[in-house]
């Protein structure tokens, strides 16, 4: 059995949708830190996205964990046109399209960005590659929030709508099991 243990990176402090944009996130709460790393199996790799926030919490977090390459395959959801702009910017930008990808998330992409299913499908081939390369091993994986929400979805078979509900703080654990070829949630958003 493998155990993913996603990790969303430390806050950004921005008020817009943050995709692929390269910000830093804020690691200054060195006790949130150091309880998220003694929460982590010791012999567990360790992954991240390739944009700096997820590469500097995993840092953060490493200690004698080993250490893999960071993953472009696991960026969060590139929000095109809607980069940095806030959700009343777009509703006004883009009413429509913006109400369609919210409440029916699957096929509806911001102009020039993914959909759902597109970072959905981008992050499934990247986890099912991981749990083929390191089966019976923990990964924890440092990413963002619509990356860690397509795994809850793939894990409990829901909805994308339905995978949506839930939040996913900065610096949280979601767990989820891989038993060739089932999945098991074991906790969401938790708090360490």
């Known amino acids: 059995m493998t155990t993913w243990w996603w990790i969303r990176h430390g806050p950004t402090h921005a008020k817009g949708m943050v995709g692929w944009s390269d910000l830093p996130a804020d690691l200054s709460d060195h006790a949130a830190l150091d309880r998220l790393a003694a929460l982590l ?63 029916n998330p699957g096929e509806p992409a911001p102009p020039g960005g993914e959909s759902w299913n597109q970072t959905a499908a981008r992050v499934d081939e990247f986890v099912t590659s991981m749990n083929a390369a390191h089966p019976r091993r923990h990964i924890v994986a440092v990413a963002h929030f619509g990356v860690i929400l397509t795994q809850v979805q793939r894990a409990s078979r829901m909805s994308a709508k339905s995978a949506l509900s839930f939040r996913i703080d900065n610096l949280s654990v979601t767990r989820l099991e891989f038993l060739d070829p089932h999945w098991r949630v074991l906790g969401v958003n938790q708090q360490p």
Not at 69 to 98: C, Y
């Open 41 to 103: 199996p010791e012999d567990a790799l360790v992954v991240s996205s390739d944009l700096a926030r997820s590469v500097a919490t995993a840092d953060a977090i490493v200690g004698n964990r080993q250490r893999l390459d960071h993953a472009q395959a696991i960026r969060e959801i590139n929000f095109g046109d809607w980069e940095l702009k806030t959700s009343a910017e777009i509703m006004v930008s883009d009413p429509d399209l913006s109400r369609a990808y919210w409440s």
